[in-house]
């Protein structure tokens, strides 16, 4: 029996199409989903079966394709790409694969073939596929779903039920756009079988292209077995040619994400309204509130409170922190911080343990100390605001002269007055005061106190300004 016999298993992903109903500048494979290309879901799936190899066949934006895959595939398996120069269709595109990575001879072993545009596919159906395959010894093995078929290629079934052939939907007659029984595009095939029925296609269909479809017909005219296995979930593989798939998709992988990690302890009031990336970690017993968006390398530990209306990209939570309404790229917020509502942390402020960042505060590049408060209406940038220091409201760090960028220093306990601005580069020193509404240009000493405005006129300033230059 070849039924128990072991074959090596290895896939092709055909990700060479142009993808024209997307109406794009970007390769189809590319548009993310939950922050990961299409093509990245797709190979996520295949990386962790026991596969042999990988082969991916580019063709439209090869290049870009190819460079996409290499540096976000987080896998030790290597995949390789082959290049279909001329879209001809799916059957040419599998041929290519097959010839120019030497899988075109003589093999027993089984080959998974996956288009690039399936990004909810989960290994264990493909590990399924591949069992059922095997189990049924047969030529070529169709993943199928039951339900809407439109756009789809129908699967036809003789009287007996077993598969006849695959009709693309612009070929098909009225009954057979009736049947309710879609192709996948998934497929299991024994390699040894494959290249001589794909040398069998012709393009004489409504496209004038070659249908990886049409060796369902060649292989079972010539003799050999064809099955079919359904998708438990007809939602699972499917296809996104155009913007609308596309979104569909991505609420279907959204909710999965959601459900994964609620399962794993985090409180979503409204998952629907909860929008997570692939890439983000979650600790449990973190509590994310409507319309909060977490991108990228976002990490939010355990016991914080994110939301309502907080969009935080490659940032990192600590635990217990309160992030109301806020806008953060790039940033660091410890533990039992609370930021906002209504704060704009932008790429390299990091929030210490127990600091309190207000409404209205925007800071940039900024060290804020352990305990620290910037409460209300700041701009704090190019700044490093010492342990328990407290900013009052409307304070400005003066960063930029219109040529560089400066430097402020806020010691420890220090207590800036209302609205004063900090003309960098500057220091206040450890318990140092500033009065209300002062314009501060020079260092001023730990525990001293710095008051007024030096507001003088300069009439040259212009024209010494030029003279610099
Ligand atoms: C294909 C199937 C259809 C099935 C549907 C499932 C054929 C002829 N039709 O149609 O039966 O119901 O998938 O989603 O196979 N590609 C290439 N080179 C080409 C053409 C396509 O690499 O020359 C790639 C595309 O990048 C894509 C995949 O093959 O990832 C499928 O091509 P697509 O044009 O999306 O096929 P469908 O019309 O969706
Ligand atoms: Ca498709």
Request: hydrophobic fraction near 40%.
């Amino acid at each position: 029996m070849t039924q128990s016999t072991y074959r090596p298993l290895s896939a092709v992903v055909l990700a060479a199409g142009e993808g024209t109903r997307m109406r794009s500048e970007t390769p189809k494979v590319l548009h993310p989903l939950c922050g990961r290309p299409m093509l990245l879901h797709v190979l996520d799936a295949l990386t962790v079966l026991p596969l042999e190899r990988i082969v991916v066949v580019v063709g439209h934006g090869a290049e870009r394709v190819t460079k996409t895959v290499q540096e976000q595939l987080a896998t030790e398996m290597p995949v390789e790409f082959v290049e279909q120069r001329v879209p001809r269709g799916t059957g040419d595109a599998a041929s290519v694969a097959l010839t120019a990575s030497g899988f075109d001879g003589d093999g027993e072993d089984d080959l998974l073939l996956v288009p690039g545009d399936t990004p909810l596919l989960q290994p264990e159906t493909l590990a399924a596929l591949a069992r059922e395959h095997r189990s049924g010894d047969a030529a070529a093995t169709l993943l199928t779903a039951i339900s809407d078929p439109s756009g789809y290629g129908r699967v036809i079934r003789d009287e007996q039920g077993r598969v006849s052939h695959v009709v693309e939907q612009v070929d098909a007659d009225d009954a057979e756009l009736a049947v309710n029984e879609w192709n996948t595009s998934i497929y299991c095939f024994r390699r040894g079988l494959l290249a001589p029925a794909l040398r069998r296609l012709s393009p004489e269909n409504a496209q004038g292209e070659y249908y990886l479809t049409e060796v369902v017909e060649v292989l079972r005219e010539t003799g050999h077995l064809v099955l079919a296995m359904a998708a438990e979930d007809p939602t699972e593989p499917v296809g996104v040619n155009d913007r609308a798939q596309l979104a569909a998709a991505e609420t279907s992988l959204r909710a999965r994400i959601n459900q994964r990690w609620m399962r794993e302890g985090v409180t979503m009031t409204d998952p629907s309204r909860t929008y997570v990336d692939a890439s983000v970690e979650l600790e449990a017993d973190c509590h994310l509130l409507p319309g909060t968006m977490l991108e990228g390398r976002t990490v939010v530990g355990a016991g914080s409170v994110v939301g309502p209306e907080s969009h935080l990209v490659d940032t990192i939570v600590g635990e217990r922190a309160v992030v109301r309404q806020t806008v953060a790229t790039e940033a660091e917020i410890g533990d039992d911080v609370t930021v906002g509502p209504f704060a704009h942390l932008r790429p390299g402020s990091h929030i210490a343990a127990g600091a309190r960042i207000g409404n209205f505060v925007e800071t940039k590049n900024a060290e804020i100390g352990e305990g620290a408060k910037v409460n209300h209406l700041s701009y704090i940038g190019d700044a490093e605001v010492g342990d328990r220091a407290n900013i009052g409201a409307g304070t400005i760090t003066a960063n930029y002269d219109g040529r560089d960028k400066h430097r402020t220093k806020i010691g420890r306990d220090a207590r800036i007055g209302s609205n004063t601005v900090l003309r960098a580069p500057v220091e206040v020193g450890d318990g140092a005061y500033t009065g209300a509404g002062s314009v501060v240009t020079h260092d001023v000493p730990p525990g001293a106190l710095a008051k007024g405005v030096p507001a003088e006129i300069d009439e040259e300033w212009s024209a010494r300004r030029e003279d610099d230059d």
